[in-house]
């Protein structure tokens, strides 16, 4: 190992060390990755780590199960390298950027005589470990489904296809970072990579959708992906390529697809250890001073309402973090692609009892249910989490502060984005009236589902230290939570879609269950607040 | 030693430093004073490799910031203003972690981990994490951390910060030995009575330029002033403090 690493150019005691440690911080913290934290408990950590383990195991298990029903070796490939493909690919972006690009490891490093290359090796091991865990456990139930239906061979060739797969997604996506900081420079990174974090996640959510869509339209079993030559345009198809040589269907296209996926992982390989490692210390220099002389933006302007006490001072932070924490305002926005993206779906829809143009909502009121839940973890986990001792410092009620927190989010973000999905829709309804109706029923669902959040549980605006994983897992949770959604709500929709007298109906009883479900908030809140503690 | 040649850094538009001259010789306590924002910090981070110089140069123990970081890094301990730690780790672990990145020899490493986390008071918590110290063990640990290495150049920014006061005057009288075995020391504080009990030499900076230069005595006589604490107020323009006082109590009155 020694050897192998030193040829490489890297300085291999230093590289021992700083993985080790960095290892050894993960599965201490758990989730985190952020100092400051509290790390004291040891037990806790290592559960959160198994927690998550055990989630993606499952979701292994149920993509294992998948590749056992279908007929078609290729799709069941072509769906196991696809899902690699997605959660490296949003594990990436949504949680191991920073440890590519974050600064704050060189704030304490990087005084420390590490040559560039050393460093970009350990933080590469670091991001690597991640990804291939994520990948074995996801696609080590399908590996074994491809031995046991297919032959030995296949589940070899799969197991081969599933780390290559995981490495040239992780690669690739360094290699953009690299690409991305020197086209755009330190100054606009991060704001870059939020606004490409967002562009993803609609490709994730759009995607996800399709292929449910698709594997859903034909009878799973006799599921099956027809050849084109554009197919090779798509890496997935690279990777099932090796299962389809292994159980000896020996064509053309397999095989192209085969030496494309060695000579891009060759490429990458060789891209990594050239130019992109010895200028990392100085790009990560050039970050850390980026960071410190930026200019923040205009000050907020005074509210019309929460005016004074808890609710002006969670207005005003909320409204600030808004403007000036990217990640926040991201997390927040990332709710656009997958409305606009439901839109488009639910446009193809047909007509009313009346006659009138009714396109199928059941889609958009998932994504209005599903913003407060978005909304209440960006609400809690921020890297500003260290500031919140304010709130446990100054004599502020805490369980005002949470409360509040639930209206501002009501009146900063669910409301806006509640007008902004009514006009949207006044292009595609011809009755107005009954699309006010249905903005004010769904609205309170939303509102319905805040509550229910901040029941179960209740947390000071901005008190949480961010997750390493946590935007990968939020993800997944959100995609199981629409299929569960996606069941129920077309009858929902379409039992409120034929009548204005239900919709009336369904208003006041979800009113009546608002004004129930308050009341056990505050009753909840007012107990909790006085157990919750500072975290940093 | 440390020397550096119209050292300038701009971030944008704002100038943090121009054209600083400074030399710090081997043996020598340096005090670098300036208020909030002069660019005492920038120029810590220029030294230490953190981030790069606009224009100008600087040497490090005769090697260049700019053309070997890694060499500068080799031979420089360096305690930062606001020390960012892995909390998660204990104290001897991030020791052992800072040995490892300066090559230390295990069995040395491991002698003086021992050590140096005795005598700074440390021992029992050596295996705690870090995330269970005080603000001042915290402070022990990356003062061992700068020391670990036995580095030619010292670089304490604010070294005093959140340790008791038997322990900041062992760390004093441990500077001054350091400096009497030849080490060259920069030694940023706010502390005033500190920095003239400690430095053979001081240099104020205000708003990136150097403004005054050597012993307490010399800059309190040049400015005519009795103390070095009204020659510092002097040297970086500010106001009366009677006068800053009343003003701010004023803010706090009622509209």
Redesign the interface.
Known sequence: MRRLITALGVDYDQWRALTVAWLKLDVRVGSAGVAGMDWSDRSKGASALLGRAFFYGVLGLFVGALVFLLRDRFAAALIVYSYILVTVGTAMLMDLNGVILSPTDYGVLGFRPIPSRTYFAAKLTNVLVYTLSLASLIGLPSTLTFGIRHGIGAGLASLVALYACAMTATLAIVAGYAGLARAVGPERLRSVLSWLQLVFSFFVYGGYFAVSQLVGRSALTNFAVPWSPWLLLYPGTWFAGYIELAAGSVRAPHLAGVIASVVALAALAISMRDRLSLDYVERLGALMSASAGKPARRPARRSWFFRSGEARAVAVLVRSQFRNDLRFRMGVLAILPLTLLYLLIGMSGGRGADGARVPDLALVSMAVLLFPLMLKAQLAHSEAFRAAWIFFATPADRSRLIQSAQRVVVAFFIVPYLVFVGALLAFFVDDLVWLAGWLVVVGLMSNLVLLAETLVKPVVPFSLPPGKMEGTSKMIWIMILVGVLGGVLPFLVGWLASNPGKLGAAAAALIAASVIFARLVRLRVERAATQLEYQA | MILTEKLSRS??E?KALVDLDLRVEPGEIVGFLGPNGAGKSTTV?IL?????PTSGRAWVAGYDVLEQP??V??R?G?V?ETP??????TGD?FL???A????VDPANSFFRRVELLERLGLGEARDK?M??YSKGMRQKVVIAAALLHRPEVLILDEPFDGLDANSAAVVKELIKRLAEQGCAILFCSHILEVVERVCSRIVVIDRGHKVAEGTAEEIRLSMGAATLEEAFGRLTGAEDVGVAAADLLAALDEV
């Open positions: 971030y944008g704002k981070r230490t490799g953190l981030i790069r890694l060499e890094k080799r420089i360096y930062p960012a730690l892995y909390d998660a780790l672990e052992e972690l800072v490892c990145l300066h090559h994490r995330a269970e």
